[in-house]
């Protein structure tokens, strides 16, 4: 990733934050079905910082993702995008927020099978009536490296490939930040690790902001901070995260049962 150094042009003052909830609780039923997904959940997501969450299946990492991209209402508390309150919009313009500040990255990659890769890659921007910046397009197709793959379909990439034009048109609207719900989960091992390094250097030389959910540790490892969740509620939290200290800190979350580290026999990222 050396090519990018040249790119690296900082220019956003440390420390704003790109995304914050505050008091954030989220309860899904009533009564005897009633459940606290999140529990007066408080966080800030900086610019520029790659944030992996992690915790025990049910521990309300996607509520989490989804109540900060405002792809589901809150029960009490409050959530903003930049220096927007998501509870203070309609419908129309929560959606508009959604289309110009937040981009997504899906384990499934949500590709167009008719369109090619550059269609792909524009689409969201199309839809919104935007034109991507030339230059800006340019350094994301040369980063992720698809400068000789954008007129193919994505039947004609490797799933690599395709993850790759996946995060290329999260990136190109320049959102406020990216959400990624485990990004890295239908990729081999190499895919997988050549995906959270586009994260790392978009987060690092474009200067994005990433928040991905993951149970990887591996996974966990290329952010600057592992965020636990653990029945709803933030237990801890760790910066400049090694494999194996997550690993570790899994461990002693009620209901932390990791799976092994890195990736298993057949490639695939545990
Ligand atoms: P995680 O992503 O960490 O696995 P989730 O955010 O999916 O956890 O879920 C947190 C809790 O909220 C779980 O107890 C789950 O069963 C519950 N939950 C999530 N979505 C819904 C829903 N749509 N309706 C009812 N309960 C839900």
Redesign the pocket.
């Known amino acids: 990733m050396s090519h990018t150094a040249a790119y690296a042009t900082p220019h956003t003052p440390a420390g704003i934050v790109a995304a914050r909830a505050t008091g954030l609780s989220k309860v899904?039923?009533q009564g005897e079905?009633r459940?606290t997904?999140l529990d007066s959940v408080s966080v800030d997501f900086r610019r520029a910082e790659f944030t992996a969450i992690m915790?025990?299946?049910?521990?309300?990492?996607?509520?989490?993702m989804?109540c900060m991209a405002g792809l589901d209402t809150i029960s009490s508390g409050s959530t903003r995008i930049g220096d927007v309150e998501l509870g203070s919009l309609g419908d129309r313009q929560l959606t508009r927020l959604r289309r110009d500040k937040v981009g997504f990255i899906f384990q499934a990659f949500n590709l167009l099978p008719t369109l090619s890769a550059l269609e792909n890659i524009t689409l969201p921007m199309d839809i919104a009536g935007r034109k991507p910046e030339p230059a800006w397009l340019q350094q994301i197709v040369t980063t992720l490296g698809l400068s000789g793959r954008l007129a193919h379909r994505p039947s004609q990439l490797s799933g690599g490939q395709q993850q790759r034009v996946a995060v290329a048109r999260a990136l190109t609207a320049k959102p406020e930040i990216i959400f990624a719900d485990e990004p890295t989960g239908n990729l081999d091992s190499r895919s997988g690790a050549e995906l959270l390094g586009f994260l790392r250097e978009s987060v690092r030389a474009l200067e994005q902001t990433v928040v991905m959910?993951t149970h990887d540790p591996v996974a966990a490892s290329y952010a600057d901070r592992v965020v636990f969740?653990a029945d709803?509620r933030i237990v801890d939290e760790l910066r400049e995260p090694s494999a194996d200290a997550v690993l570790d800190r899994m461990r002693l979350l009620p209901g932390g049962n990791p799976r092994p580290l890195a990736f298993d026999a057949k490639g695939r990222t545990s």
């Open positions: 899904y039923g079905t459940v997904a915790g025990p299946s049910g521990s309300g990492k996607s509520t989490l989804h959910v969740l709803g």
